[in-house]
Nanobody, 124 residues
Framework: VQLQASGGGLVQAGGSLRLSCAYSGRTASKYAMGWFRQAPGKEREFVAAISYSGDSTYHAESVKGRFTISRDNAKKTLYLQMNNLKPEDTAVYYC??????????????????WGQGTQVTVSS
């Protein structure tokens, strides 16, 4: 599966952004997917995950109530709506896909394919 993330940028604290990740490949719509982020000097961390059908989602505690993951398999696009952004949300955001169809997944090692990342910077 090929993944292409976009939508990052610079925003003030309290603002919103929507990230998109276009996916392609014959079996891409059968992949569970997720968003991760990595700040400078820190390890890559889980943000949100969604099942291949979109029926199940899971969000990290740090973003719950502010971020929402969704997908549109007809458009082959994964989304991350980010509201009430905080400076600590500043990071490079990556979309990822896994061929593990059943469930949602939050470990880096469970994902097979990764997009190139998009920078999100939140100013205070």
């Amino acid at each position: 599966v090929q993944l292409q993330a976009s939508g990052g940028g610079l925003v003030q604290a309290g603002g919103s952004l929507r990230l998109s990740c276009a996916y392609s490949g014959r079996t891409a719509s059968k992949y569970a997917m997720g968003w991760f982020r990595q700040a400078p000097g820190k390890e890559r961390e889980f943000v949100a995950a969604i099942s291949y059908s979109g029926d199940s989602t899971y969000h990290a505690e740090s973003v719950k109530g502010r971020f929402t993951i969704s997908r549109d398999n007809a458009k082959k696009t994964l989304y991350l709506q980010m509201n009430n952004l905080k400076p600590e949300d500043t990071a490079v955001y990556y979309c990822a896909g896994t061929g593990r169809r059943v469930g949602v997944f939050y470990l880096v090692e469970e994902y097979d394919d990764w997009g190139q990342g998009t920078q999100v910077t939140v100013s205070s």
